[in-house]
Every structure is written in C-alpha cells, then in structure tokens.
C-alpha cells in the first residue's frame, strides 16, 4: 500500500534535515503504529507524505499503490486515497463544515472521475457517520473546527475520514486529548474502517489507543529514522520502560 | 484663497458635461443653484487633494469615457425576491420596465415629476443632505449630481413597507454618462428597505439622501454591476433620529473605478448605523470605500465592515472616519478595513481614522492586508479540495463577514451566490 524508501527532508527555509532516511513499507489491510520522542520527525513524516510545502526531499522515494505520490499536489494525494487526521486541526472561520466535506468528497470522486454526490445524499452520508462517532448536527454546522473543543476536533478529523474512505489513513496522535468514551468512539470508527484494503499508520504516543487497535506492526521513530521495528508488544515496553533502553540499544 | 485654474476650469468641465435640468424653480431650483455655487467654490477633485490621495479622479472628470464593456447576468441579483422594480436605462427611468409607482405605506415619485410640485419633506432633504455632508470635507462630484440631477426618485415611506423597492440599471449604451439622485425619508416608525443592481452606465455618479426619522428603519442593499470598464461615484448621505436603525451593505464586483461615500451622522439618542462592503477586483480594478460617521448624539452605535480581495494588480482603497462631538457621550463606534492580496501586484491602501471629543465612548478600529492563510489552504487541499477552490472557499468565507451585516438572510444568501458564481467563472 504504502512504501516509503530511504526518505530524507530538510526543511525549505533554513539548512535543518529532519528526516534522515526513512525505510517503511505498510501493506494492504495492515496497521502500523509509529511511536517515538518529541521532536523526532513523525509529524514531518505525516506532512511530506500528504504534501505540505516547506520540505525539501532531498533523497528517497514514497509511493501510494505503486505510485510516487511526493510530485502529486495534496488534493491528487487525496484522491489517490491519502488521508491525514491532523495532529492539530486546523480552524478555518467563515467555511462551513458541510460545504467543506462536501466540496472534499466530490472533489475527490470528480478526479477519480466518479459520480459527485448531491446534497441528499451527501447528508445522509454524513448523518450515518456522524451519527455513530456521536457528534451532533449543530456542531456540522458550524465552521471548520472553530470553537470545538480538543476532543470534537480529533472526532470530526475521523468524521472526515469516514465519510471520504480513503486507502491510507495516517493518524497523527488522534488520541491525544481525548477521554476515555471519545477514544473509544474513535477507535470504533477506526476499527469499522478496517478492510483488506485499507491500511493505517498510527502515529500515538501511548499504549492505550493501540489496545482498542490492534496493530501489525509498531515502529520507533528517532531523530528522523526508524530505528526499531516490532509487533504490539514494542509499544508496552515502551509504555513501561520509555524510549532510554531501546535508543541506548540501537546506538 | 482662489482656487487653482485647474480645479475651476474641472468644476466647469463637469457642468458643461451635462445638459441643465429642465425644471429650474421652486425647491428643485433652488437646490441645484446652491449646488452649482458649491461644487465652482470647491472645484473638480484633483490627485493632490488629501482626500483623493489614494484614487485619480480623473476618469470621472475627463470629457471622454472609455467604451464600456457590457456584461450581462443571466439571472440578475435579487431576481427571486418579491420587490417593486424600478429600471433605469443608462440613467434614465424606464417607466414601461418599471413596476407601477404604487406600494402601500409608500410614496414614490419620479424625480422629474415631483420637481415641479411643492412637497414641502423633499425640500428639506434634496440637496439639503449632500450639503450637510460638504463639511469638513469637500464631495464635489456629489454637488456636481445635484446641479444637474434629473433622474432619480423620490420616496417617502409612512410604515413598514412590506416589499423592497429594487432599483435595476440596466446599461446598453457604452459610452453613457448617467447621474441620479434619490431622495428618501423614512418617517417616525417607518421601514423601508431599497436595493440596487446593476452596472448603470459607462460612468455613473448617483447620491442617495435618506433621512431616517425617529424610531424608523432603514435597509440598503447594493450589488454593483460588473461591467469591467465602468466608471462609478456614488454618495449615500444618511442624517438618522432617534432610536433609527441604518443598515447599509455594498458588493462590488469589477469596474475599473469605483468610488463609494457613505456620509452618516448621528443626530438622534440611541441609533444605529452599519455601514459594510465586500469587493473583489481582478486586474484593472480600483475599489474606494470613503466613509465618514459624525456622533452628534448620546449612546449612538456605529459599525464599518470592509473586505476587499485583490489580484492581479488591483487596486483597493479605504478611508473611513469615525467623528464623535464633545457631546456624544457612550458612543460605540467600530471599523474594520480588511484587505487579502492573492499576488504581490496587487494593493490595499487603507487611512482609519478617530477623532474623539466626548470622554465615555467606546472606540475602536483596526486595519490589516494580508494573504491567504497557507495553514488553512493545506488543510483543505490535503482533503481533496482542488487548491483554486480552497482559495474561493477562503475569500468567500474573508468577505462574509461583511455579507453578515446584512440584515436579511435571503438577500444575504443571494449576495452570496452571485460572488460564488464571480469567483467560478474565474476558475474556468
Ligand atoms: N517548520 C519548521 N521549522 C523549524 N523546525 C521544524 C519545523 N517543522 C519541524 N521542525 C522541527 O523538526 C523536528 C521534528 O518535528 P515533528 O513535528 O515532526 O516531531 P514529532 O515527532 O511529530 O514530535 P511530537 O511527538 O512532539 O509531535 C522538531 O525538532 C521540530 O522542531
Ligand atoms: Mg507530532
């Protein structure tokens, strides 16, 4: 599904690398999680892979299905099944959610050149969706993410994704800021999007969001390399004992 | 001091430019005398004035205009609400595509007719308004429409008028040179709502005078016509009582130059004026909002709203002036002037200003020209929005707060829909 091959990014502005090599390969069907220190690079990593400006790749490749998706613009990677839930959700005054969803979906179906959705079923779409991850209509209409508390920005991020179905969903700490019930909900949202072809990358400081999501495989992420590589039980030993003794142990 | 040849040789330009008005006696008369002897004591505008500064008035003064070019709407703005239509033709009142002058709670008179006729309200507010609003600044292409004014209607309202009255202007003939005058009182209690479509004429200069009395209300909402070589300056003069409501709201859409004055003064307790515009200028556009707000009276509420887009080399101008007399004490008065720059060749020139006399008000204004927000543009596009209609997805929600001061979420709506469809042809 997704193949990332010695992946190195600095950034556009000042001569700073923050990816320095990154190897990783998500099959079809899998969830990975990545975890790692502060500062480490896993957001950057989420951000080159969905096209934010301001990276420069400097070395390495990514492709989505056999598909260099890093020359595509974040709307092509989109439609070819990328999808980021943020870690910081951006608001956005002034554009209404529904319009904003809507706009995405048939944004996306028109370039896959499928029929657009009108409105009808466009809100039933989205009713059922939301309906099942408990956000209510008042807060669909309202703008993007504005005046949402933390929890209902990282709910409505995977309303977005249930809605736009992609292939690849990377989550970058959905779970931070949410309670318990709200984590539950989401990692029910999750769990009823996984499929034979649909994969998951799980960027999650802890333990806990990866017992309601059972992954594949879980990654370290250090200083911009993944540096260990392991199954669910990597992420108790990190839980229990933190990052020291296996960065000490690759070093 | 003698005003410089320039500037009374431009004063008589712009007289000679238009015939003299039929009807010369009684009010009308009257009016347009003192108006001729106002606009050739303060001359044409000119680029060294402070007050045109920002905007060369002299496409309003040379003799000849630039051929218009004509562009129509196949659904013209506000062409699903139940309203009284009233057409003008190149600046000229259309009475067979005209609805009847009949609507209940309304008197409504074509300027031409009622100058013959002694209505005692219209003398106290024809020419009587734009006057008022010379001082401390000069209007002179306001004096200039109200020497030769011949065009134009003249409405009271005694209730609460329950359709619009929708003034349409149609342009056909492209080199026209159009003035019109309106005058307006909304009496005690009464409400009134008047909206404005269309491009009217190559150049065009209309005044609005609009007294709104005691306790009444008034509503005003203007779509621009884009036709893109059109030349428009426009004054709306507003002296509200006590307890009134003003609601103005302006969107401009293409036009190489337009100039729009609002002229408000507070002269009763306890009312309220917002005066709001939304414009998007693409190339060869010059968008000037001029407001002045004068507090002459206690626990007045005022609220400026302008937002303007611009790209490939427009122009947008602000000057707004808040004014609050020694006596205008719990004065709420607010401005904000907003420009969003697509490219870096086009501009937004912008001169808030506050002059405060009385000492227990609330003021407050504020300025900013910035671009559009990359943050919000990547979140849009990494979901599969294309990146040109993010960037109309931003503008839009930019100007709608200006849209938001409309009162009425119908005409609201529509006003929306015709910058979506703008913004759409745009993109191709
Ligand atoms: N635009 C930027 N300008 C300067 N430094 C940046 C920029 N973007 C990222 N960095 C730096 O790159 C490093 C990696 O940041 P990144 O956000 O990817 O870390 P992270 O692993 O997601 O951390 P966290 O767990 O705290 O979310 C950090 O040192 C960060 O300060
Ligand atoms: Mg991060």
């Known amino acids: 599904m997704l193949e990332i091959k010695n992946l190195h990014v600095s950034l556009e502005e000042e001569e700073k690398q923050i990816l320095k090599g990154v190897d990783l390969t998500v099959g079809a069907g899998q969830v990975h999680a990545i975890m790692g220190p502060n500062g480490s690079g896993k957001s950057t990593l989420s951000y080159v892979l969905s096209g934010r400006d301001g990276y420069d790749v400097t070395e390495g490749s990514a492709t989505l299905l056999g598909e260099d998706i890093l020359e595509m613009e974040p709307e092509e990677r989109a439609a070819a099944g990328l999808f980021l839930a943020f870690q910081y959700p951006v608001e956005i005054p002034g554009v209404g959610n529904m319009t904003f969803l809507r706009t995405a979906l048939n944004g996306q179906r028109k370039a896959r050149g499928e029929e657009e959705l009108n409105a009808a079923e466009f809100l039933k779409l989205v009713r059922e969706k939301a309906k099942a991850l408990k956000i209510d209509a008042d807060m669909l209409k309202r703008p993007v993410n504005v005046g949402f508390s933390g929890g209902e920005k990282k709910r409505n991020e995977i309303l977005q994704m249930s809605v736009l179905e992609p292939k690849m969903c990377i989550m970058d700490e959905t779970d931070s800021g949410l309670d318990v019930d709200a984590m539950k909900l989401v990692a029910d949202g999750v769990n009823a999007l996984r499929d034979a072809g649909r994969s998951f990358l799980v960027i999650t400081h802890y333990q806990r969001l990866l017992d309601h999501i059972q992954p594949d495989v879980v990654h370290i992420m250090a200083d911009g390399r993944i540096v260990k590589s392991g199954g669910p039980d990597l992420a108790l030993e990190v839980e229990n004992n933190g990052y020291a003794d296996i960065l000490s142990e690759v070093a | ?428």
Not at chain 2, 46 to 54: A, S, T, V
């Open chain 2, 1 to 428: 001091m003698a005003l410089p040849a320039q500037k009374t040789d431009g004063a008589d330009l712009l007289l000679a430019r238009h015939p003299s008005p039929s009807v010369t006696t009684g009010w009308a008369g009257e009016a347009q005398t003192y108006a001729r002897a106002r606009l050739q004591s303060m001359g044409a505008p000119q680029r060294r004035d402070e007050y045109w500064k920002f905007t060369n008035p002299a496409l309003l003064i040379d003799p000849e205009t630039r051929a218009a070019v004509l562009e129509t709407d196949k659904v013209p703005v506000f062409d699903a609400v139940d309203r009284l239509k009233m057409v003008f033709v190149d600046g000229k009142f259309s009475a067979e595509l005209s609805d009847d002058l009949s609507l209940e709670g309304v008197e409504i008179e074509h300027l031409s007719d009622a100058m013959s006729k002694d209505i005692h309200w219209v003398r106290e507010v024809f020419g009587v308004l734009e006057a008022r609003g010379q001082t401390p600044v000069a209007r002179p292409m306001a004096a200039l429409n109200t020497a030769v004014a011949q065009d134009g209607l003249v409405i009271r309202a005694t209730a609460e008028v329950s359709r619009p009255i929708s003034m349409i202007y149609i342009h056909q003939d492209d080199s026209s040179d159009a003035v019109i005058h309106h005058a307006i009182r909304v009496e005690e209690g009464a409400s009134l709502t008047i909206l404005e479509n269309g491009p009217a004429a190559a150049r065009f200069n209309k005044v609005m005078e609009i007294e709104v009395a005691d306790r009444a209300a008034f509503n005003h909402v203007r779509a621009q016509g884009r036709d893109h070589e059109r030349k428009a300056t426009t004054h709306m003069f507003a002296v509200l009582g006590e307890e009134s409501q003003l609601k103005s709201f302006t969107l401009t859409v293409n036009g190489v130059l337009t100039r729009n004055e609002a002229v408000i003064e507070f002269k009763g307790d306890n009312a309220s004026a917002h005066v709001a515009g939304a414009a998007a200028g693409d190339g060869d556009f010059h968008h000037d909002d001029t407001v002045f707000v004068t507090h002459d009276a206690v626990n007045c509420e005022s609220r400026q709203v302008f937002k303007k887009v611009l790209r490939n080399g427009a122009t947008g101008v602000f000057q707004g002036k808040i004014l609050v007399k020694a006596d205008a004490q719990k004065t709420d008065g607010y401005q904000i002037s907003q420009g969003l720059l697509l490219d870096d060749d086009s501009q937004f020139l912008a001169k808030p200003e506050l002059e405060i006399y009385a000492d227990d008000v609330a003021c407050s204004h504020g300025s900013t020209c910035g671009a559009v927000d990359e943050t919000a543009l990547f979140y849009l596009t990494s979901r599969g929005v294309p990146r040109s209609e993010a960037q109309d997805m931003l503008v839009l929600a930019f100007l709608d707060e200006a849209i938001q001061e409309i009162e009425d979420d119908a005409l609201a709506d529509d006003i929306r829909a015709r910058l979506q469809a703008w913004m759409a042809r745009r993109r191709g």
